[in-house]
Nanobody, 123 residues
Framework: QVRLAESGGGLVQAGGSLRLSCAASGRTVSSYCTGWFRQAPGKEREFLAAISWGGGSIYYADSVKGRFTISRDNGKNTVILQMNSLKPEDTAVYSC????????????????WGQGTQVTVSS
């Protein structure tokens, strides 16, 4: 059982930056992949980025490539999503998720989810 908790959301102006954290607790000794997703009102949950346990494999959605950076610190059981050049269309609830084994962009294969943190980008 992996428990996840996001932090770092908030209100930012367009062009600004935010740094989201995903802290894991519980059964974190096994290798697992951590992904970030977001869901805007009226839209489906969207994959953003994922990072393998060792950090050697990283994946990004085209919509955020070049603007968002995912990283992890296994010593602190934390995964970071650094978001730069934010746009109003980035406004959503951002959630981290975990799955054992290889990373995937498919939200349905992630078995563990945090509660989410709101990100609002004003124009």
């Amino acid at each position: 059982q992996v428990r996840l908790a996001e932090s770092g959301g908030g209100l930012v102006q367009a062009g600004g930056s935010l740094r989201l954290s995903c802290a894991a607790s519980g059964r974190t000794v096994s290798s697992y992949c951590t992904g970030w997703f977001r869901q805007a009102p009226g839209k489906e949950r969207e994959f953003l980025a994922a990072i393998s346990w060792g950090g050697g494999s990283i994946y990004y959605a085209d919509s955020v490539k070049g603007r968002f950076t995912i990283s992890r610190d296994n010593g602190k059981n934390t995964v970071i999503l650094q978001m730069n050049s934010l746009k109003p269309e980035d406004t959503a609830v951002y959630s981290c998720a975990a799955k054992y084994g290889y990373c995937s962009s498919a939200r349905t294969v992630y078995g563990y989810w945090g509660q989410g943190t709101q990100v609002t980008v004003s124009s």
